[in-house]
């Protein structure tokens, strides 16, 4: 089953330093009907203006992953990190009992836009983490990308729950297939580009909800950036 979330449907938010599309409930936008899928609870398509963003604020029992895809982000917790990110690089934090952090752009003329992504964990009151990696861009290019997993998987970034994530640059009439286990399923975003998944035509912004199929089959329709994430259904 194959379910479009164009993103004109989707909720948002404009503080002036902020823009914000959000796929599902989160601060001003409410919808009860929209509160999650599987374990994924929140991705906020963020555009953070120069010399803003995020102060410090607290977080706990969340596993939340940022993937930069333009300009670079700058984070500080209170477990003593400190580092800058940019394009199609990843960081993730799982909160624990209860962590502190910042994220900034700290450029003076370039907007940040990020994928911010919640994931509930397994269980409340996880040990804390922190990391990221820096992913290089033929990695991504016309590849399917496993860049976060469980810490029973293969990726470079690994979190308590048990998804895994994918990323890819997919050049114009390019495809690339996915096969789905039983009982999995699919939350899929279109970044940048457009692209036919499963006969399914996807403009940037735009969502895909995937349950109960046993492949995708993703096909470039211009030059298209995307990220989906796999979880037990």
């Known amino acids: 089953m194959l379910k479009k979330l164009p993103k004109e449907n989707m909720g948002g938010s404009n503080l002036g330093w902020l823009r914000s599309r959000f796929h599902f409930s989160f ?5 009860p009907q929209n509160m999650n899928f599987g374990v994924l609870r929140v991705i ?21 992953i940022s993937y930069v895809i333009d300009g670079e982000i700058t984070h500080k917790d209170s477990m003593g990190n400190e580092e800058t990110l940019k394009r199609g690089e990843v960081q993730y ?9 910042s994220e900034h752009n700290l450029h003076n003329s370039k907007i940040l836009r990020l994928l ?7 269980k409340n009151g996880l040990p804390k983490l922190y990391g990221s990696h820096k992913f290089k861009e033929e990695e991504r290019k016309n590849n399917l990308l496993n860049i976060v997993s469980s810490t029973n998987g293969e990726a470079k970034v690994k979190i308590h729950q048990d998804i895994n994530m994918y990323v890819s640059e997919l050049d114009k009439n390019k495809e690339l297939e996915y096969d789905i286990k039983t009982n999995r399923q699919i939350y899929f975003v ?5 692209a ?3 006969d399914i035509i996807l403009d940037y912004g735009d969502a895909l909800e995937i349950t109960e199929e046993k492949s995708i089959k993703i096909e ?14």
């Open 27 to 31: 601060a001003e936008y409410y919808n």
């Open 190 to 194: 279109l970044i940048e580009g457009k």
């Open 116 to 122: 911010q992504i919640w994931i509930l964990p397994p």
């Open 196 to 198: 036919n998944i499963n």
């Open 220 to 233: 470039a329709l211009e030059n298209s950036h995307f990220l989906f994430i796999e979880m037990a259904s």
């Open 44 to 64: 906020n398509d963020d555009l953070i203006e120069p010399n803003s963003g995020f102060n410090t604020h607290p977080h706990s029992n969340m596993e939340i």
């Open 93 to 101: 934090l799982s909160a624990g009992d209860g962590i502190y952090h």
